[in-house]
């Protein structure tokens, strides 16, 4: 029996949106309780934190940007993680290139730092919210996911109507929160769109772009010794690994989130380090004997009779053994600063180099270099 080829299957958005416009009026216009299942619970509790700021859905808002002194040291701040993200921004602008959805990197504070895709300048929509130095937190423009992903610290996924005031209901986003060596969250990643298709499944593409650049930016960390693990039986070296990194003493100088649920007790933000022995049922010296053979896993005790598999790695043999690019945060981190700024100048002067090379206090012809651009003649 010779099968047809099969269409594209078509989902009827109407009920969805209707479940999201009664909880709106519900919730926000006549104070009553939402049925289960109209939004999910982090949409309704981000309406309920916006309300609680005072804010109300139908005004009608901007979208501010910080200073520009405040501007320079953010981006100063957080030029690691934004040299991190740089490569899966990129990967993701090439996943989301025909769905009209582009990809936005905030700092703790919703601040954007950075932003990749097919960005539409001459629309305002897409304009505002992907200016570098724009205010996208929750206390500013409402419930999105950036602000939302950042008070909830999970992956959230909003859809039109969920989103909080009536101007912002044009947009559909996912975003899942970034966090660093030491456990602090850093960040946001997130892909948005504009009168866009509904697609939950980019929740799960910003998660697995979210963590690698949670690995990349452990791995940037100062390092003798790093430790990629998992659990008996699976398979070693992917994204889906454990990463702790040690100092020549056997301290852990960083973990990724993953290592954080597979081992207790390691140290959180503001905490003082902690031994790698003393979340180890063994001494830290086997470890570095250990690295000697690279690519052969080992098996490490926890202190709670468990046990993990391991690949040791000597930080002079990472270029051999990890994926290629996750050692090469410092070095972009600068560049990417200065990157940064200049979109945001010559986004600022729509285009007009010159007037953006003055902002810049740089010479025009400076500012096309950088730009990788002959002048106009």
Partial sequence: MKLEPSTPATVNPAPRLARIAQARQALMHDGRPLAPGWVAPWVERSWQRCLGLGLQPQTSFGFAQVTAPLLRATL?????????????????????VN??????????????????????????RAYLISRVGTDLSERSIGTTAIGTALSEQQPVWLHRGEHFFEATSVYSCAGAPLFGPDG??????????????ERPELKHLVM????????????AQAHALLLRL???????????????????????????PVARQMVPGLAGPGQPPVHVSQVLGMPFEPLFDAAKHPGKPVELPLWSGLRLQALVVNRNDESHTLQAGT???????????????????????????????????????????KLGQKPAQ
């Fill in 76 to 96: 100063e701040a957080n030029h690691g993680l934004i040299s991190a993200a740089q490569p899966m921004l990129q990967s993701l602008a090439r996943a989301i």
């Fill in 230 to 256: 998992n659990w008996p039986g699976n398979a070693m070296g992917g994204d889906g690994d454990g990463i702790l990194c040690l100092d020549p003493d056997g301290w852990i100088t960083g973990a990724n």
């Fill in 99 to 124: 769905t009209r959805y582009f990809a936005i990197l905030t700092n703790a504070e919703g601040v954007v730092v950075d932003a990749c895709g097919a960005i539409d300048q001459s629309d305002p």
């Fill in 184 to 197: 602090a969250c850093l960040g946001m990643l997130d892909v948005t769109g504009i009168d866009a298709q």
């Fill in 208 to 219: 697995q772009s979210a963590s690698k650049i949670e690995n990349a930016l452990v791995t």
């Fill in 327 to 369: 050692s090469a945060a410092p070095a972009l981190a600068l560049r990417a600063v200065e990157a940064a700024m200049i979109r945001k100048a010559v986004d600022e002067a729509r285009g007009n180099v010159g007037q953006a090379a003055r902002a810049l206090g740089i010479s025009r012809a400076t500012l096309y270099r």
